[in-house]
């Protein structure tokens, strides 16, 4: 899978978790949760539908380097590579 | 016969509009069975049956509001014949709370009188209904004591169907929301002699545990340190039981169950507070699991009538927006609110050194008609203790 074909999955999972976000509008350099109204249990949610979708299991002390669209896909194409 | 009311699902509530019938006239029933969904100013919510027998008539139209305590179907309990039996008011409260008989509508005064008997049918009215497809329960009878006759049975068959009520957009909704919240909170703060005390609690044991769990769970199965905070939350109240109750006009009534009612915030604002019943007898594993389905079901707007009428106490967390204590109001009948803040380093004395820790305040609201501060300190320091030995949880 190529970066930017995980960069459209995350973009459509975290569409699924904030429906009301505009996800074109997203910065992808700055934190995911300073832009979109996200609670643990969205994030815990996205990250299982990663696991789902794209196979790859992320262990909770990953979770501080997933905190922008940036950040998340480098780690994902990084684990899927 | 049993009457099936529009039930109180909220402390202001004070009508619902029945949106969809789930079951028809004729379908068996068992006590859980989703019947009908209802609109609130807050929510949709599924509305649970209490017992299990056969819906003898439906009385509401899907799209009428009515009041609380409006009959919406006439169940046939288990073992009577079809429509042997008057509608007996004594089986009804154990379905919701109705109101005085003063302050039934008209609509159900009708429906009600009609299925209970006391207004009769004519032969001829009853077939002529068969054939046209009228529902007898939505007729108004003319006749001597109220008697549906063939006229009233035609002059329904014609009479142009009442709009539903329309799906309010989503900017009404919430508007009505917030005057739901602003109706129920302002009555708390008008009522409750509200009292807080907190505790900052230190939660390293905790955060470790949680960590150390959380490594060997796959991910789908891994727990919020939010459902931990609820476990100790739930059994500290087996401590201090008598903030585990209701208040009931001028005397608390205490509940055996603990129903720990969860603060959820809704997309795009306004927020729930369902239970999650007999929080104190799920495993972590299970409190997850419920947390999970309740988190997804009231941002979809599907719970169901029991989560929003049954909560004992509501157990409320701030911290990931970053406030660092909660200071709430109690939602009426209850007694009690636990808030949480934001886990967060604090400079702590430990051993006589000084040491960092990850701290977080909780926070006891409580009614002082009920409880008294000392019974919430010990409630607080109950919570403490059992937040010191999480793998106990």
């Known amino acids: ?81 | 016969m049993a009457e099936f009311v529009m039930p109180i699902l909220g402390a202001d509530m004070e009508a619902g509009t029945l949106v969809a019938w789930r079951k028809q006239a004729g379908d068996r029933v068992a006590r859980g069975d989703i019947i009908a969904e209802v609109e609130t100013d807050k929510a949709d919510i599924e509305v649970e049956v209490f017992l299990d027998g056969v819906i003898e008539t439906l009385l509401v139209r899907e799209g009428e509001k009515v009041p609380v305590g409006t009959p919406l179907a006439v169940i046939r309990e288990e073992g009577a014949a079809p429509g042997a039996q008057p509608v007996s008011p004594a089986s009804a409260p154990a379905l919701a709370a109705r109101p005085a008989p003063s302050a039934a509508p008209k609509a159900a005064r009708r429906v009600v009188s009609a299925t209970a008997g006391a207004a009769p049918v004519s032969p001829a009215a009853r077939e002529l209904a068969r054939e046209l497809g009228v529902d007898l329960a939505a007729v108004v009878g003319t006749g001597p004591e109220g008697r549906i006759q063939r006229k009233d049975v035609l002059a329904a068959a014609h009479a142009p169907r009442e709009a539903p009520t329309a799906v309010p957009a989503a900017a009404e909704r919430q508007a009505r929301m917030r005057q739901a919240i602003a109706a129920a909170m302002s009555r708390s703060a008008r009522e409750i002699p509200h009292f807080h005390i907190s505790s900052t609690i230190d939660m390293t044991q905790a955060v470790a545990w949680l960590r150390e769990e959380n490594e060997r769970r796959p991910i789908a199965e891994r727990l919020l340190y939010g459902v931990v905070l609820l476990k100790a939350v739930a059994l500290a109240l087996r401590e201090v039981p008598e903030l585990n109750a209701v208040w009931a006009g001028d005397h608390p009534e205490p509940r055996e169950r603990i129903h720990a009612g969860i603060a959820i915030s809704l997309r795009g604002g306004g927020l729930v507070a369902p239970a999650i019943h007999d929080a104190d007898t799920l495993s972590l594993t299970q409190l997850m699991s419920s947390f999970r389905d309740l988190v997804q079901r009231a941002r979809a707007g599907s719970l169901r009538s029991s989560e929003i009428a049954d909560p004992t106490i509501t157990i409320t967390s701030l911290g990931e927006t970053g406030a660092e204590a909660v200071y709430g109001l109690i939602y009426p009948p209850q007694v009690a609110l636990v808030g949480f803040g934001r886990l967060t380093d604090r400079v702590v004395p430990v051993d006589g050194a000084i040491a960092v820790r990850p701290t977080i305040v909780a926070t006891l609201t409580a009614d002082h008609r009920v409880v008294d501060g000392h019974r919430g300190s010990v409630f607080l320091a109950a919570l403490d203790r059992l937040l010191q030995e999480p793998s106990t949880l």
Do not use: C, H, W
């Open chain 1, 1 to 81: 899978m190529t970066e930017t074909e995980i960069r459209t999955t995350v973009l459509r999972l975290l569409g699924d978790v904030a429906p009301e976000a505009d996800m074109a509008a997203l910065k992808p350099d700055k934190r995911i949760r300073d832009q979109i109204d996200i609670d643990s249990m969205d994030a815990l949610n996205f990250l299982i539908a990663i696991d789902a979708e794209l196979g790859i299991d992320i262990p909770e002390a990953d979770y501080p380097k997933m905190t922008t669209l940036d950040n998340i896909v480098a780690y994902l194409s990084a684990k899927a590579g």
